[in-house]
Every structure is written in C-alpha cells, then in structure tokens.
C-alpha cells in the first residue's frame, strides 16, 4: 500500500509532466479501438443485409459463385422458369418464386449520368419478388407493373435527386432500354452502397438475360414448422440437375465470406499502423520515464536512505506506468469509439453508407485496448523503471540527474553497428535474389534489423549527425545556436530516442515514396516501349465492354483499326503433361501492332492464324515446349481443342506477362456464343495524322456510355499516377498518426528537459539572456533533433525502397527513381515540425521566474 500511495502521489504531483505520454497512448489504443469497432460494425452492416435478404432456400446453378455473375460474359447464371414448378411441388415448400438478377450493368439518368455507387459496391437490377419484402419497403409509388415501370432504392434517389416520373436507362448486355421511376423502396436495414433497381419479371428476363422463361435463382419460402436444413433436403429431392441450394444461414454465410477478405485486409492494414504508432510512443513513453527518474534521483536517494528497497523503488515507477496506461488505455477506448463514427461518416460520405445504429462496441474492443495500452506502457517504463532501483543512497548528497553510462554507452553503439550491419547485407541480399519468395524475406529480415540497429546505434549517431547539422543549421545563429547544439549533445541517449520516433515514420514514408515512384516509371517506360495503340478503352470499375458500346468504338470516324480484347478462363495441357488452370487472351490480329511483345521465338502475328497461339517463355520453359508443339486446350463451355504453338514471348517487363494469346476467330469456334465473354478492354489506331479529332470523336461516341472512359497514352499514364498518388495519400494519412506522437515525443522531451534545467536557465537570464534568445536557443534545439530523426529515417526509407525496387525488378519493375522533391520537401517540413514542437516548452521557459529558477535544486 505504501507503494502505491507513493506512486499515485507522484502520478499526481507530475500529471502534467504525464500529459503527453498519456495522449500517446490514448492516440494507439484509439486507433486500435477504433479500428476494431469501425470493422465489427461493418461486419453487422452486412450481416443483417445478409441474413433479411437471403430466402430460407436458395436454388442457384450449379457453376454460379458466390455473386451468380460471369463478369466476362456480362451474363448471370441462368435456371429455366419451369424450375419454379418441381421446387413448389416439394414437401414443406409454402412458396417458391424465380428471381432475375444481374449485377452488370449501368443505369444512367435523363442527363446521362451514371447513378451508380462510386464506392466499389455493385448495380444491382432484378425483378420485384415477394423475398424482396424481406429486406425492401415501397415507400413512394408502386412496384413496376409494366416493360416502362423501373422501381429504385431510397438512397439512390435521394443521392441524385429521382423522382417518380423521372426516365432512368439501363444498360445491359443484351441491349439498352428507358422506363420511368413507378415507385421507391426503402431498406428495411442499412444499405452498404450498392444501387438497387426492379423491373417486372418479363421485362427483367428479357432486358437483362436476354429471353423469358430463365431465371437466375429460385427462392424458396418453408412453410411453418419446417426447418431450413429439411426443406433443403426436400427441395433437393425433387430436383434431377446438378444445381447449388443454400439455406439463409449458408447463403448469408457465403455473401459474410465475401465481404470478410475486403474487411479483413482493410483491418489488419489499419492496426498495423497502430502498431507503428504503439512503437513510437514506446520512445515517448521511455524518455519520459527516464528523464522524470534522472530528475528525481535525490528524491529517490533519500527514499532508499530511509529505507526503501530496490524491489520497492522499481515497483513505484512501474505503477505510476501501470496508473498512465490505465488512464489513457481508458480515455483511448472512448475515443476510438468517436474515432469509429468517424470513419462511418467518412465512408458514408464516400457512397458507403453505414448507420451508427449499427455500431457494434464487443467486449473484446476494451479488453484488446485496455490490455495493449497498459502491457505497452509499462514495459517501455521496465528500462527506466531498473535505472531508478540501482539509484544508491548516496545519491542523495548529489545535485539530481545522472550521468551518462560512457562504458554502456559504447557496447550499445557496437551491437547496434552489428545488428545495422546486418541489416545492410539482408537488404543487399535481397536485391541479389533470383525469386521474388526468397528476396522478400531478405527484404523482411533486413528492414527489421537496420530498424533496429538504426535505434540501438543512434545515441552514436547523435553527435557525429548533430554536429554536422549544427554546422548547417545553428552555427549561423551564433552563440544561441551553439547552446542549442550543446543541449542537443548534451544527452546522446535522450536525443537518439526522441529522434528515433520520428525516424520511424518518416523511414516508411520515404520508403512508400520510393517503391511508388518507381512503379510510375516502370510503367511509365513499360507502356512507351511496348503500347503502340493510340487510344485505350476500358471501364472504370471492372465492368465488361457492352457489345453496344463495342459498336460504337468501331463506328467512330478517323480510326484506322479497332482491337478487340478479351480474357477467357481455360485449361491447358502441355505434351504429354496435365491440364492446368490458365488465362487465354483472344485479340484480333491487330493486337500485335498494338502491344508491341519481345519475340523469343516466332512471330506474334502467326499465333493469330487458324487454331495457333502463342505461350510466354516462363511456361515455355517450365513444360519444355517449342514453336511447333501442340497444346490442348479446354475452353469454357466444355469444348476442347488442338493449338499449335506459333510464337513464344518474352515474359520481361510487366504488360501482359506470361500471357497466351490466339485469334477471336479461334476462340469463337469453340466457345458456345453465351459463353463468350465481351471485351474487358479495347485498344484503337488513328488514321494518319487524324490523332486529336479521334479523340474527340471516340468520346463522343462513347458520352451514352458513362461507365467507360477513353484514354490516349497520356491519359494512361496521368490515371495510374493519379492512382499510385491516392493510394499513397492514405497511406501517409495513416502514418500521420506515428508522426504525430513522434512530434508529441519532442515535445515531450523540451518540455521536461526545460524542467530538468530551470537552475541552469534562470542563471542564463541572470547573466544576460534575453527571452527571446532562450525561446530561440530552445527552438533551435528542437529544430537540430527533428532533422536528426528525419535524416536517419529518410536515410533508411531510402535504403528499403532501393533494395524493394530490385527485388520488384523480378515482376516488371525495373526503374528505379528517387522522388527527390518529395525527399526534400519531407526533411525541410521536418525543421518546421521541430519549430511547432519547440512553441509551448519554448514559451513556457521564457515565463519562468529568474530568481525562483535560480533558487530550484
């Protein structure tokens, strides 16, 4: 108890000293809270949707997914319309109704603009079912009775403003056609996103799969009484084809599976750069320990002077850890619970939309918080916590702090240059590697161990790196800013800690930095060298070029050729081997002209000839085969066929590597023509000196078509900087939480430092510094430690995105730049980091009392 009260005094008597650690900690486990809560709440989202819109059974096809869509075909799945029948005549079916979905097409509204989600999720149009009760109210209107009758949700109309009476165009597959909002329907529970329109069942098998009588699905309703599993047992009774059925628990599970790898990948990512937070304000929380030990080391002398043991000493300074990461574990839990609504609001505003009705708070989110925030603080103050038991009694009779260990100083730089050392030639290792498996865990084993070796090394750094700074920086300031060097080198330990923090997040920055440029650059030289088409044309979200918009491309006036492009799943069996699952691309002939390949053997053109293809070298090599040998091939549809191969391509670069190409014409002969799939993406040549007016001329051919874009090479290259560049933004905006306790760091360390010498400047004042030159020589001193960090980090991030270009090298990424204005900008932004760090410990010395500094012991 003695123990206790003596921590929780001290706790309270240094609570603002606490201050900045405790918001470190409080900014990790928000993260992590909020992080765990924003992805269970998401879970329940579309659990709910799930489970109200799923039937008790469903009958599907049998080669259905899991979405019942072939996205190359732009077809679902289909069942025929007397299903329907043999399901109804089962024992225990009350109802049994055939439903049309498709999740392939676009509906646009009277000024042609796409009324589709822009968040990812789907367009979905189906026919109005009695299932769809479950899950959907009329709330305006009535449902579609008629071929001009079109039914949509209640957020997509309010997203764009619809109405009943308004004109809406679907386009499909099978054609386009118009009809007028009849009749709103709201969810029942919260939409994710996705854009919901009905038609009448005979307009929806006619307009979406191309005749009547098919359905995609059978929904089945049990009659009371009836178990989902023994009506599913019933229903499969009755049925003689090979068709899937799921009861609501299985086809809820299915779409939870889904769902759950996107929600999955977005978690881990997500508490991975908490991790990195938690790892930065380990430094905070150490430095501040350590420093609040080093001053109070009279105290403590007197403590163990009167008869305080070791055990006991140590004990106090890891309760007042246990007190600081209980309280900001606390705090952070409640705030990661703000921090989830957040996110909500922000994925709403995105198109996502997620209700706080839905906001799931489970008990493991506070234990998880609550357990890492306090496990974390309390082994960052284990070091500290050892330093302030071996304080001797003696003690005491000294001025507080305590001198460097020189000695220990020296074989913490030694094992530190080791383990840096080891680092390097991981990294080194890594960029030698001839397979992308093995290289990545060089790369692994080195970024772990230079970090490491980089944190352990940096008290020796510190006055090498500082003075070399100093030099650039402070020297011109004066004699100011040789105080501030001299107080920067004052304690190398304190000046490696805070700067490693800063280090870290500014080390993976420049690393992100790197690896994105030189994915530009890679492709940026790759598609100068091997796209000869002039103009692109592909969908924005993955969606199969309709055959409508197809015609319109091929229509478009100053166009010398038009290559169609498609991507068939098939089976291919070397001589005398297996067959294995492959990717067979069908072009027309031009495709050669337009992707520009590196031969091996053979001419590309020949592979377009009457049943020939051509094969990357990787397969080449690996199934020992030449031009000449025969390959057989299993197309979709069931149908097998005999391919000479006529050219072998070079697998070096990263534009269609390891591809297999033959001609349409080919692929047409064996696969049935509803299993064709449409082009995933075009390419198109201008005529001569007719570039610019075939531009303008395939967009406006193209304008009807608003989920398709046209980009000539410029635009290409534009749209995958612009992508690399978001996808670096959030990144960043990530990493920012790291950045921001590293900067709470500095703080952190000024602020007690200033405490630690109030003595020493309250004799500086009496002697003649002004307050302006001690807020100044303050400033200067966080500036020179924040440029110590970032000159470490940006060091190191640089190593790691080098030696990650190389090992990318083996996929088709092989430029390597260094974005330098990126670089700089980061390290002179970090002198204005350490200047906003400096502001509150810099005012705060100059308001200090000069005769009462002078008097503190």
Avoid at 271 to 298: E, W
Avoid at 346 to 370: I, R
Avoid at 620 to 633: P, Q, R, S
């Amino acid at each position: 108890m003695t123990v206790l009260r003596t921590s929780l005094r001290n706790f309270l008597a240094h609570k603002g000293r606490m201050a900045l650690s405790a918001v470190a900690v409080v900014l990790s486990v928000a993260f992590v809270s909020g992080t765990l809560v924003f992805t269970d709440t998401m879970n329940t989202t579309f659990d709910k949707l799930f489970a109200v819109s799923a039937p008790d059974v469903t009958v599907s096809p049998k080669a259905a997914g899991s979405d019942d869509e072939t996205p190359q075909t732009g077809r679902p799945e289909t069942l025929p319309a007397s299903l329907v029948g043999q399901v109804e005549r089962a024992e225990g079916v009350k109802a049994a109704e055939g439903a049309v979905v498709s999740m392939s097409v676009t509906v646009v509204n009277a000024d042609g603009e796409n009324v589709g989600p822009t968040s990812g999720a789907p367009t979905i149009a189906g026919n109005w079912t009695r299932n769809d009760l479950r899950s959907m109210e009329i709330t305006s209107g009535h449902a579609p009775r008629a071929p001009t009758d079109v039914m949509v949700d209640a957020d997509t109309a309010e997203k764009h403003g619809l109405k009943p009476g308004d004109e809406l165009r679907t386009i499909a597959v099978t054609g386009d056609f118009t009809a007028k909002i009849s009749g709103i329907a709201s969810f029942k529970v919260t939409n994710p996103g996705a854009a919901v329109v009905y038609f009448d069942t005979a307009t929806a098998q006619r307009e979406l799969l191309g005749k009547e009588g098919l359905f995609t699905n059978v929904a089945v309703e049990a009659a009371p009484g009836v178990s989902d599993e023994t009506l599913k047992r019933n229903v499969a009774a009755v049925l003689d084809g090979p068709y899937k059925l799921q009861t609501q628990k299985e086809a809820a599970d299915a779409g939870r599976e889904d769902v759950g790898s996107f929600l999955d990948v977005m978690k881990y990512a997500m508490l991975g750069f908490a991790g990195i937070a938690f790892l930065v304000g380990i430094f905070l929380i150490v430095n501040t320990f350590s420093m609040l030990v080093a001053q109070r080391t009279r105290e403590i002398g007197l403590m163990r002077a009167i008869g305080s043991s070791r055990k006991q000493v140590n004990r106090s300074v890891l309760v007042e850890a246990l007190l600081l990461g209980v309280v900001g574990s606390v705090v952070g839990v409640a705030a990661g619970v703000g921090l989830a609504v957040g996110l909500m609001e922000l994925m709403s505003s995105m198109g996502m939309e997620l209700s706080t009705q839905d906001l799931t708070v489970k008990w493991t989110t506070p234990a998880v918080g609550l357990g890492l925030g306090v496990v974390v603080t309390v082994l960052a103050a284990y070091i500290p916590a050892r330093r302030a038991g071996k304080v001797s009694p003696m003690a005491a009779l000294r001025d507080a702090g305590t001198p460097a260990d020189g000695k220990a100083g020296l074989v913490r730089g030694g094992l530190g240059l080791v383990l840096t050392g080891g680092g390097a030639a991981a990294l080194w290792a890594a960029t030698q590697a001839e397979k992308a498996g093995a290289g990545s865990l060089w790369l692994g084993l080195g970024v772990v161990l230079s970090l490491i070796g980089f944190i352990v090394v940096g008290p020796l750094l510190a006055g090498a790196v500082v003075r070399a700074i100093s030099v650039l920086v402070l020297r011109m300031f004066g004699p100011v800013g040789r105080m501030a060097e001299r107080n920067a080198l004052r304690n190398p330990r304190r000046t490696g800690a805070t700067g490693a923090a800063l280090m870290i997040g500014l080390a993976l920055v420049a690393c992100l930095s790197v690896v994105g440029s030189s994915m530009v650059a890679s492709a940026t030289e790759e598609l100068d060298r091997s796209v000869g088409a002039d103009f692109i044309v592909q969908s924005s979200n993955g969606q199969p070029i309709m055959p409508q918009a197809q015609r319109a491309v091929e229509k478009t006036a100053g166009l010398d050729h038009v290559t169609e492009y498609k991507w068939l799943d098939v089976t291919v069996a070397a001589p005398g081997g297996k067959p294995e699952k492959d990717g067979l691309t069908a072009a027309d002939p031009t495709y050669a002209q337009d992707l520009r390949r590196t031969m091996v053997a053979g001419e590309l053109s020949a592979a377009y000839g009457e049943n020939a293809m051509s094969v990357g070298d990787d397969y080449a090599t690996k199934h020992g085969v030449k031009v000449g040998d025969t390959l057989t091939v299993g197309f979709p549809g069931g149908r097998t066929a005999k391919l000479k191969v006529a050219a072998i391509t070079s697998d070096e670069g990263n534009v269609d590597k390891g591809a297999m190409y033959t001609s349409i014409t080919t692929a047409a002969r064996y696969v049935p023509a509803d299993r064709m799939p449409q082009n995933m993406i075009m390419f198109a040549t201008a005529q001569d000196g007719k570039e610019s007016a075939s531009y303008e001329a395939l967009k406006k051919s193209l304008a009807a078509y608003p989920q398709y874009k046209v980009q000539n090479q410029a635009d290409f290259k534009q749209d995958l900087k612009d992508q690399v560049g978001q996808l670096l933004n959030i990144v960043y905006g990530l990493l920012a939480l790291a950045i921001i306790v590293a900067v709470l760091g500095v703080v952190n360390t000024l602020a007690l430092s200033v405490v630690e010498r109030t003595r020493e400047i309250g004799l500086m004042r009496a002697i003649g510094l002004s307050r302006r030159q001690l807020r100044r020589m303050i400033r200067l001193e966080s500036v020179v430690i924040a440029l110590f960090g970032a000159l470490l980090g940006l060091g190191l991030g640089m190593g790691w995105g080098t030696s990650a270009q190389r090992l990318l090298a083996l996929e088709g990424l092989g430029v390597l730049e260094i974005p330098w204005p990126t670089i700089l900008t980061v390290f002179v932004g970090s002198a204005f980091v350490g200047l906003f760090a400096a502001l509150v410990p810099a005012f705060r010395a100059g308001r200090m009392n000069v005769l009462g500094a002078i008097a503190t012991e």
